[in-house]
């Protein structure tokens, strides 16, 4: 039977049959994380422990993953996982009957995060050319508060160190490092926020509806948010309340996905004349570096300082 890691569960594992190690030159305990930030996090955790690896599946190639189907690339890493660490709130619908039939671990990485309501787009039909994607009654994009990603570290490292308890002091030192990192852009980040707020400010006009955490995180007022992609552009309705939008209150930047489309964003710079800049939604990145989450954070952040003073980015920092 499956074994679901939570906070109400975690004891129970010491009754659970360990991970068993693999024969000749196969790691030993294979962590396949559903996305990047998770993978980030597990390989920061697990930096330097002998016989893990950690593995992600192809997720980063969509920036929203409610029609992501599995390849067979992905079937395969979860059929031979030791663990699989979901981000759970409802983003991996598309897991569902692969993990009815894998004996890997589960870690929820959403175990103790405050999750807030979706903010799914109810659209007429009649009215506009394509459905709003609501993942469920919560937010999952959660991973985008820096405080929030220390919450899922934490949840990845009690669970290795029951997991694989040989090994906890490693566990335990590399999650010192990962925490005093992610602890720091946090810091870094909401000081950059105090010196130059947007609180009362006309607020963000993002073609991604997954920036709810990071906007509340910083204090950062949210007027519009649109789930955009390619093949799936916003309708007439949409564009023509976006536009007034920037208009009213003269926004001199809206914001789009790195992996979304621009098509609608770019339709309104050309009618307004604002910019169009993007934020990204760590969705995928070059390698295992935890600093590629702490770049993304802080660049977002510098694209939206920047868009609304008009300055250069590095003048803020």
């Not at 919450?151 to 925490?179: G, I």
Request: aromatic residues 6%; proline residues 3%; hydrophobic residues 40%.
């Amino acid at each position: 039977m499956k074994k679901i890691i939570s906070a109400a569960l975690l004891a129970a594992l010491f009754l659970l049959p360990g991970c068993a190690p693999a024969s000749g030159e196969e790691a030993r305990l294979t962590v396949v994380c559903t996305t990047y930030p998770i993978y980030l996090f597990a390989s920061a955790l697990s930096e330097g422990v002998e016989g893990v690896a950690v593995e992600r599946l192809d997720t980063g190639s969509v920036s929203c993953l409610h029609d992501y189907t599995l390849s067979m690339a992905d079937m395969k890493k979860i059929e031979q996982a030791d663990v699989i660490a979901v981000n759970g709130a409802g983003l991996e619908d598309f897991l569902e009957d692969a993990l009815k039939t894998s004996d890997a671990a589960v870690i929820d990485c959403s175990v103790g995060v405050e999750l807030l309501e979706s903010l799914s787009h109810d659209h007429d039909e009649d009215d506009h050319s394509h459905n709003g994607h609501d993942h469920g009654h919560f937010d999952p994009h959660y991973w985008m508060d820096p405080s929030n990603a220390r919450t899922m570290a934490a949840n990845l490292r009690n669970s290795l160190v029951l997991l694989d308890p040989d090994h906890a002091a490693e566990y335990e030192t590399n999650a010192v490092r990962t925490e005093k990192i992610l602890l720091h852009v946090e810091e870094e980040t909401r000081t950059l926020v105090e010196k130059y707020p947007l609180q009362g400010g006309p607020g963000l006009i993002t073609f991604h509806d997954g920036f709810q955490y990071f906007a509340k995180a910083f204090h950062l007022p949210l007027l519009a948010s649109i789930e955009e992609e390619a093949g799936s552009e916003a309708s007439a309705h949409e564009i023509v309340e976006i536009t007034e939008l920037v208009k009213e209150y003269g926004i001199p930047v809206i914001f789009t996905e790195v992996n979304g489309s621009d098509a609608t964003a770019n339709a309104i710079r050309r009618e307004t004349g604002c910019r169009v800049d993007r934020l990204t939604m760590l969705m995928d990145g070059p390698d295992s570096d935890l600093e590629t989450y702490c770049s993304g954070i802080t660049g977002n952040l510098e694209a939206i300082l920047s868009g609304f003073y008009s300055r250069e980015a590095e003048d803020y920092l």
